[in-house]
């Protein structure tokens, strides 16, 4: 009697589990997943794109969500670190996610790979800049839409040439993506047979930029070229400049973009150039900004553009997809064209044509000036 | 020639912050043999106090800096009477504070990048960001003020060792703490001192850079090697040694740079060549202590 109370009472149950597992199904959300940096060496950059990307799945959800279904941001921390990323991606692919965005460092998100290749799980970047992430492995589940290191470069160098400088200063840092950046600079000046005549590092915790600077002076050079990425150094090199009276125009990469130097660099920024893939003048980053300030409560700027054009890339292939079934998915992230996002310059768009898995337009990146301590107009399109 | 002088200038400033970070060092270590390595986040948190009184708050320079320097010696006073005392009544092996405090530098700087975000936040300097010509001699206000300040410090420390029974009671305890606490000299109120004066060392030298580095939660590690770096060169026995090896490192770092004929990524290695140097050769120092006096 007792046991046949227990097998009646077992199935009970167990329609129970079927029932409450086909309600779920039906209403289940869809996942993304997101590897960020929040105590690395990544971490200034890895923030602001991780809240543009979960201000992107705000909007998605608002408007009614994806495929019918909700939208939900799972946010994995790698610390930068490529083994851990790793195994946040495993533990992403085991909460199902559709697609997973890594926005830590450029080995990182090269480590993740080896998970999402052999799951066969969709995979994008937004924003490393690392020129080979998609050629280092061969996974066709991964995907780059940021701007790659030499776009900045060609797009500065092709400025230059414009202004047609002879010999130019380098200086940068001693952080592993400025000695980089450094390295790839220097190679295309030497190719486009720009003459350095200085080139000088300012380490990580230095206290003065007045040796380098003085080294720069002497060699008397059309242009300075920074290379490094650590604001606070260049935030030096920038007061020594002022400080020891070069009259020399400086060109800043893609770091001197951050907003943050308006603050701490104020007073010295009045006519630095810098790379940038945001044009405030651009309706979509109107439309963007004016969201933003008012979903988040903040001013947003161009790290927050890269996390929500990452996630509204990927929702738009889900969308074509009609599923999150990962072949589909692969297929249809791999078909994208002409898609405009917050990012680029006004007529430039995202698209992977002829196979290839980086997305950004090699002339979508434009050159800017500072305005007193203003990030203000664009004076150059593209890298031709 | 005007080169040069400029480059003096600019080199005796940044000495004097490595100075007055190996002086904290030193505060702490003489009287209580522990090396505390958070001295450097000591430091970076003093540069957070300048943004937020100097800054946020603006208020009067000279009261911004009071109400940081009085925060800082609470702090150190709190961050011994936390980590460090419970150890040493438990007696602990002396290990155990250095890596209690080792400990402490990661919470600090957690705080801070929690608390404040990881970009780099404006501090103001004294005099604003000008610069002073004397004939051939140039440089920038706050490298000015930063060696006034430092030498003020210097002083100051020095009298209070040389001059006062106070100082005295942290000679005598460190050159013997079991004679110092039979003679009734008190050890915890010599202890606590020490940290607090250490940390508010530590906060001057944060608040005096940060007008040039900004106050950011990744400025206390370097600093706090270069101090130590400055310590080992000068030798921990006396005040005077912190600011010679203070000085010493960052003239070697910057006319290395400026003069030696070498690649660019590889004058930053100069300084440490010169703390391997020192362990080498002269491990206590260029200044030794003095002998117990009878």
Same mark, same amino acid.
Not at chain 1, 220 to 228: D, R
């Given at each position: 009697?007792?046991?046949?109370?227990?097998?009646?009472?077992?199935?009970?149950?167990?329609?129970?589990?079927?029932?409450?597992?086909?309600?779920?199904?039906?209403?289940?959300?869809?996942?993304?997943?997101?590897?960020?940096?929040?105590?690395?060496?990544?971490?200034?950059?890895?923030?602001?794109?991780?809240?543009?990307?979960?201000?992107?799945?705000?909007?998605?959800?608002?408007?009614?969500?994806?495929?019918?279904?909700?939208?939900?941001?799972?946010?994995?921390?790698?610390?930068?670190?490529?083994?851990?990323?790793?195994?946040?991606?495993?533990?992403?692919?085991?909460?199902?996610?559709?697609?997973?965005?890594?926005?830590?460092?450029?080995?990182?998100?090269?480590?993740?790979?080896?998970?999402?290749?052999?799951?066969?799980?969709?995979?994008?970047?937004?924003?490393?800049?690392?020129?080979?992430?998609?050629?280092?492995?061969?996974?066709?589940?991964?995907?780059?839409?940021?701007? +790659?290191?030499?776009?900045?470069?060609?797009?500065?160098?092709?400025?230059?040439?414009?202004?047609?400088?002879?010999?130019?200063?380098?200086?940068?840092?001693?952080?592993?993506?400025?000695?980089?950046?450094?390295?790839?600079?220097?190679?295309?000046?030497?190719?486009?047979?720009?003459?350095?005549?200085?080139?000088?590092?300012?380490?990580?915790?230095?206290?003065?930029?007045?040796?380098?600077?003085?080294?720069?002076?002497?060699?008397?050079?059309?242009?300075?070229?920074?290379?490094?990425?650590?604001?606070?150094?260049?935030?030096?090199?920038?007061?020594?400049?002022?400080?020891?009276?070069?009259?020399?125009?400086?060109?800043?990469?893609?770091?001197?973009?951050?907003?943050?130097?308006?603050?701490?660099?104020?007073?010295?920024?009045?006519?630095?150039?810098?790379?940038?893939?945001?044009?405030?003048?651009?309706?979509?980053?109107?439309?963007?900004?004016?969201?933003?300030?008012?979903?988040?409560?903040?001013?947003?700027?161009?790290?927050?553009?890269?996390?929500?054009?990452?996630?509204?890339?990927?929702?738009?292939?889900?969308?074509?997809?009609?599923?999150?079934?990962?072949?589909?998915?692969?297929?249809?992230?791999?078909?994208?064209?002409?898609?405009?996002?917050?990012?680029?310059?006004?007529?430039?768009?995202?698209?992977?044509?002829?196979?290839?898995?980086?997305?950004?337009?090699?002339?979508?990146?434009?050159?800017?000036?500072?305005?007193?301590?203003?990030?203000?107009?664009?004076?150059?399109?593209?890298?031709? | 020639?005007?080169?040069?002088?400029?480059?003096?200038?600019?080199?005796?400033?940044?000495?004097?912050?490595?100075?007055?970070?190996?002086?904290?060092?030193?505060?702490?270590?003489?009287?209580?043999?522990?090396?505390?390595?958070?001295?450097?986040?000591?430091?970076?948190?003093?540069?957070?106090?300048?943004?937020?009184?100097?800054?946020?708050?603006?208020?009067?320079?000279?009261?911004?800096?009071?109400?940081?320097?009085?925060?800082?010696?609470?702090?150190?006073?709190?961050?011994?009477?936390?980590?460090?005392?419970?150890?040493?009544?438990?007696?602990?092996?002396?290990?155990?504070?250095?890596?209690?405090?080792?400990?402490?530098?990661?919470?600090?700087?957690?705080?801070?990048?929690?608390?404040?975000?990881?970009?780099?936040?404006?501090?103001?300097?004294?005099?604003?960001?000008?610069?002073?010509?004397?004939?051939?001699?140039?440089?920038?206000?706050?490298?000015?003020?930063?060696?006034?300040?430092?030498?003020?410090?210097?002083?100051?420390?020095?009298?209070?060792?040389?001059?006062?029974?106070?100082?005295?009671?942290?000679?005598?305890?460190?050159?013997?703490?079991?004679?110092?606490?039979?003679?009734?000299?008190?050890?915890?109120?010599?202890?606590?001192?020490?940290?607090?004066?250490?940390?508010?060392?530590?906060?001057?030298?944060?608040?005096?850079?940060?007008?040039?580095?900004?106050?950011?939660?990744?400025?206390?590690?370097?600093?706090?090697?270069?101090?130590?770096?400055?310590?080992?060169?000068?030798?921990?026995?006396?005040?005077?040694?912190?600011?010679?090896?203070? +000085?010493?490192?960052?003239?070697?770092?910057?006319?290395?740079?400026?003069?030696?004929?070498?690649?660019?990524?590889?004058?930053?290695?100069?300084?440490?060549?010169?703390?391997?140097?020192?362990?080498?050769?002269?491990?206590?120092?260029?200044?030794?202590?003095?002998?117990?006096?009878?």
């Amino acid at each position: 009697m007792t046991r046949r109370l227990l097998s009646m009472l077992k199935l009970a149950l167990a329609g129970m589990l079927v029932a409450a597992a086909t309600a779920t199904t039906a209403q289940e959300p869809i996942r993304l997943g997101l590897i960020t940096d929040r105590v690395g060496p990544a971490k200034p950059y890895a923030d602001p794109v991780t809240q543009g990307a979960v201000y992107a799945v705000r909007e998605l959800n608002a408007k009614g969500g994806l495929l019918g279904r909700r939208v939900e941001l799972l946010i994995e921390d790698d610390q930068g670190r490529p083994d851990i990323s790793a195994t946040a991606a495993r533990k992403l692919v085991d909460a199902n996610v559709a697609f997973i965005l890594s926005v830590s460092l450029t080995p990182a998100t090269l480590q993740a790979q080896s998970v999402t290749k052999e799951t066969r799980t969709p995979h994008m970047t937004p924003s490393n800049s690392g020129d080979t992430l998609t050629t280092a492995i061969d996974n066709p589940n991964f995907w780059q839409t940021g701007p +790659l290191g030499s776009t900045q470069i060609a797009t500065l160098l092709s400025y230059a040439r414009e202004k047609k400088f002879q010999r130019v200063a380098l200086v940068t840092d001693n952080s592993d993506l400025g000695q980089l950046t450094n390295r790839f600079f220097k190679a295309a000046l030497e190719k486009a047979n720009i003459q350095i005549v200085a080139e000088e590092v300012v380490p990580r915790g230095s206290t003065t930029a007045d040796p380098q600077m003085q080294k720069v002076r002497a060699a008397n050079p059309e242009a300075l070229f920074m290379t490094g990425v650590l604001t606070p150094e260049n935030t030096l090199i920038l007061r020594s400049v002022r400080q020891l009276g070069l009259r020399v125009p400086v060109l800043g990469n893609y770091n001197m973009s951050v907003p943050q130097y308006t603050q701490v660099a104020r007073g010295l920024l009045d006519g630095i150039v810098f790379v940038d893939a945001f044009d405030p003048a651009k309706p979509e980053v109107k439309a963007f900004v004016e969201g933003f300030r008012k979903e988040m409560g903040a001013e947003p700027y161009n790290l927050n553009g890269y996390g929500y054009d990452g996630v509204m890339l990927v929702a738009d292939a889900i969308r074509r997809a009609g599923s999150t079934d990962k072949d589909k998915v692969r297929e249809a992230m791999q078909a994208t064209r002409g898609f405009v996002g917050v990012m680029g310059a006004v007529g430039s768009s995202y698209g992977f044509a002829d196979g290839r898995r980086t997305g950004f337009d090699p002339n979508g990146m434009v050159v800017r000036v500072y305005e007193g301590d203003q990030q203000g107009r664009v004076v150059h399109v593209g890298a031709r | 020639m005007g080169d040069f002088l400029e480059l003096v200038v600019s080199a005796s400033a940044t000495g004097c912050i490595y100075a007055l970070v190996a002086l904290a060092y030193l505060l702490i270590i003489r009287p209580t043999g522990v090396i505390n390595f958070a001295v450097g986040e000591w430091a970076m948190l003093a540069g957070f106090g300048g943004f937020v009184f100097l800054f946020t708050l603006n208020l009067p320079y000279a009261l911004g800096m009071a109400v940081v320097v009085a925060l800082m010696a609470l702090v150190g006073w709190v961050t011994e009477r936390l980590t460090v005392r419970p150890l040493v009544e438990k007696g602990a092996p002396p290990l155990a504070p250095i890596l209690a405090l080792l400990g402490m530098l990661v919470v600090f700087r957690e705080v801070v990048s929690l608390g404040f975000g990881p970009d780099p936040q404006p501090v103001p300097p004294a005099l604003g960001h000008g610069r002073l010509e004397l004939g051939p001699v140039a440089g920038s206000y706050q490298s000015f003020f930063i060696i006034a300040v430092t030498l003020a410090v210097f002083a100051a420390a020095w009298a209070f060792f040389e001059r006062t029974l106070a100082g005295k009671t942290f000679e005598a305890v460190a050159i013997d703490r079991r004679a110092a606490a039979l003679m009734g000299i008190n050890l915890s109120r010599v202890t606590s001192l020490a940290f607090a004066a250490g940390a508010t060392v530590a906060g001057l030298a944060g608040v005096l850079v940060a007008p040039n580095v900004s106050a950011h939660w990744m400025m206390g590690l370097p600093l706090a090697i270069q101090g130590f770096t400055a310590l080992v060169i000068g030798g921990v026995g006396r005040v005077e040694g912190a600011l010679l090896g203070g +000085l010493i490192l960052a003239f070697a770092e910057q006319f290395t740079v400026r003069y030696a004929p070498v690649p660019p990524g590889l004058a930053m290695g100069v300084p440490l060549v010169l703390l391997i140097v020192f362990l080498l050769v002269r491990p206590t120092g260029l200044l030794r202590a003095r002998e117990a006096r009878t």
